[in-house]
């Protein structure tokens, strides 16, 4: 991404999620709700619209409910360009919507990627997913739903740059027939991870096809 668009496309996109969470460091949330950081075993999150269906902020082959205040982005990643596919695709999934958990208080994201159609499963998708996680660690896959869709589920750690210190971060994937679907969480840190739990259970438990 040497053309400044795409430069300004990525940067708004944060398409490494150490890089962007580790950047979301400088934008504390300010006036919202005070960052949820404990207690978060058996929460729910309270519903705040959808995302993915037609004339939403991310089209997408899927839908899903977001968690109040949570604010969904597109990603544009033109997977051609050096920076572009070093920072936008991971595995065999390219980013193409963000979720952004700062006005609900915490700093992290929910990011969706999308892969073309093929007949790998969910856990396959997730595999290179993660192997193409630089320093992933306590890799631990298990077999789960996504709303009433087949779906596997990922959780390990990566090294924050910022912190220096082990993260926990988690993903699930489905298969839709426009191709696996990746929904992804991190956070600045395991705590603020924790924090924004809700969300993301939200978004598995009522993901549904179109």
Known sequence: ???????????????????????AVAEKPTGGKPSQKAGTAGRTAAEGGTVGGSGSACPLPVTFDLAASWK?????????????????????????CEIDAKPAGNIGYLRVWQGKKSDRSPRQVLEAFIADEDGAGKVTY???????????????????????????????????PDGPVVIHLGG??????????????????????G
């Open 1 to 23: 991404m040497v053309a400044a668009a795409l430069l300004a496309t990525l940067v708004l996109a944060g398409c490494s999620s150490a890089s962007q969470d580790a950047g």
């Open 72 to 96: 969904p982005k597109a990603v544009d990643v033109d997977p051609d360009s050096e920076l572009g596919a070093a920072l936008g695709v991971q595995g065999q999934v390219t980013m193409v």
């Open 142 to 176: 298990t077999e789960t739903r996504a709303g009433d869709l087949a779906a596997a589920e990922v959780g390990y750690t990566v090294r924050s740059k910022l912190l220096d210190e082990l993260k926990k971060e988690r993903a699930f994937a489905v298969a839709t």
């Open 188 to 209: 600045m840190d395991s705590e603020e991870h924790e924090a924004m739990l809700p969300a993301y259970e939200l978004a598995r438990k009522s993901l549904r096809l």
